[in-house]
């Protein structure tokens, strides 16, 4: 089964820092693009970070550009996102998705996690 | 404020069609492909329309998608009590360099 199963979610203090992982199964990693996306309470989703699938392209939205940083281990089979100087704003569900073997342009967002609550609170 | 725009919310009737429509700029949809995405409350989205028209294997052919310029729909004909759910449209957008949401659209089946 092709499957996406995130963790690393919980609640951090303002100012803070958590990595989140995303195991992969089920389909041949190293050969598609991968990307993070979130999802404050009640709202809309939110694209976060993309990576190629040797990492050499990195796109990061705005938002979070010198905050967050994304990486994977295609050996792990594993997609990773660094968060440093959380605030309040960062309160999300936070979800992995597959891209595309093409172009990061053409990504798909074909699978996704089941998602991983970040609250940032003191 | 999203890159690109939908209307907050739609609605209609069992066996109705209905049409999301969402609106970007040169850069977004009028330089890339459109995808969209269903959302359950409280679970992850789903794939329902890629490359501006194509549906993924399992998906109605209730859905269907389309492209005009810089703006792009969402039909759904036959419309069911489990359509009922939030629509998001999404694209690249050369500009920013990255992929962009809508702001997505709660469809209500009366």
């Known amino acids: 089964e092709v499957q996406l199963v995130e963790s690393g979610g919980g609640l951090v203090k303002p100012g803070g820092s958590l990595r989140l992982s995303c195991e992969a199964s089920g389909f041949t990693f190293s050969r598609y693009s991968m990307n993070w996306v979130r999802q404050a309470p009640g709202k809309g989703l939110e694209w976060l970070s993309s990576i190629s699938t040797t990492s050499v392209h990195i796109y990061d939205a705005d938002s979070v550009r010198g905050r967050f940083t994304i990486s994977r281990d295609n050996a792990k089979n594993s997609l990773y996102l660094q968060m440093n100087s959380l605030s309040a704003e960062d309160t999300a569900v936070y979800y992995c998705?597959?891209?595309?073997?093409?172009?990061?342009?053409?990504?798909?967002?074909?699978?996704w996690g089941q998602g991983t609550m970040v609250t940032v609170s003191s | 404020q999203s890159v690109l725009t939908q209307a907050p919310s739609a609605s209609g009737t069992p066996g109705q069609r209905v049409t999301i429509s969402c609106s970007g700029s040169?850069?977004?949809?009028?330089?890339?492909?459109v995808y969209w995405y269903q959302q359950i409350p409280g679970t992850a989205p789903k794939l329902l329309i890629y490359k501006n028209n194509q549906r993924p294997s399992g998906v109605p052919d209730r859905f269907s998608g389309s492209k005009s310029g810089t703006s792009a729909s969402l039909a759904i004909s036959g419309l069911r009590s489990e359509d009922e759910a939030d629509y998001y449209c999404a694209a690249w957008d050369d500009s920013l360099s990255g992929r962009v949401f809508g702001g997505g659209t709660k469809l209500t089946v009366l």
């Open positions: 040169s850069s977004s949809i009028g330089s890339n492909y």
């Open positions: 998705s597959r891209g595309s073997m093409v172009s990061q342009r053409e990504d798909t967002f074909d699978i």
